[in-house]
């Protein structure tokens, strides 16, 4: 694949991996608004632990895959071009 195509490539993933990170981090904010709601139980205060705990889970597991996404495009467009340099 040519350079420019792997150019084009770094802004999509940049994007995909911003919307990727939304529905995680709007999970967590959720179940850290309902731990401290009023009345408080402590069903409610331990599930919502319980979620914004897994929510920060795949918040940082989706900036970490993203961010290797990012790279690699980055990494395969400084190099595309060079004739005999072999992309992994």
Not at 11 to 22: N, T
């Amino acid at each position: 694949m040519p350079a420019s195509h792997w150019q084009e490539r770094i802004s999509e993933r940049q994007w995909i991996m911003a919307f990727s990170m939304v529905i995680p981090a709007a999970s967590a904010a959720a179940a850290l608004a309902s731990m401290f709601a009023h009345p408080r139980s402590p069903v409610r205060v331990v599930g919502a632990s319980l979620v914004a705990v897994l929510a920060l889970v795949a918040f940082f597991t989706s900036w970490s895959l993203g961010i290797d996404a990012v790279n690699s495009a980055k990494y395969r467009a400084e190099y595309a071009g060079i004739p005999g340099r072999r992309l992994y």
